[in-house]
């Protein structure tokens, strides 16, 4: 099947330092997004991105298609941003197949 | 705007009981679905619904079953619950781009 691979599996950063998460697909890319888990569990859709680049507030991701990988930066990073970053690739009727996650721990 | 909701969120079965998790949307999307997700793993797709009516079977099916006579609910079914279904359920909806999900059901089967 379709894998989608995540990496690092966890990441801890002192607040206010900068980092980079990457997807990496086995197979071509339709489309893909970036989600946020917080702590309590609920998640948010942060990117919907097949290709290029896209920004928002300090977050911002890249996706090469044809080298069949994404980037989720996370730039001037806060307590807030703690939790875990899933990407997923979309298939069939807009439906997801994820990757195991980034665990991200950010230290006041 | 409610968005996506789940209910319950929480709730302990016997091995072997049935039981309905309901979701319901309020944002006219066509598409829903059912995840699970398990420690350390990401979500992974349980059965979904391309229009009122229709259901298909996704990545992990088996022991749950799925109904969906209005557009905007998709009912999840376990019909004898077994522990390896103790799991989080995540009910999503799209238009046919960005999912929303909702906040998740905790179930554990003992």
Known sequence: GIQVEQSPPDLILQEGANSTLRCNFSDSVNNLQWFHQNPWGQLINLFYIPSGTKQNGRLSATTVATERYSLLYISSSQTTDSGVYFCARTLGYSTLTFGKGTMLLVSP | ?110
Not at chain 2, 66 to 84: D, W, Y
């Open chain 2, 1 to 110: 705007n409610a968005g996506v909701t789940q209910t319950p969120k929480f709730r302990v079965l016997k091995t072997g009981q049935s039981m309905t998790l309901l979701c319901a949307q309020d944002m006219n999307h066509e598409y829903m679905y059912w995840y699970r997700q398990d420690p350390g793993m990401g979500l992974r797709l349980i059965h979904y619904s391309v229009g009122e009516g229709t259901t298909a079977k996704g990545e992990v099916p088996d022991g749950y079953n799925v109904s969906r006579l209005k557009k905007q609910n998709f009912l999840l079914g376990l019909e004898s619950a077994a522990p390896s279904q103790t799991s989080v359920y995540f009910c999503a909806s799209s238009p046919g781009t960005i999912s929303t999900f909702g906040s998740g059901t905790r179930l554990t089967v003992v």
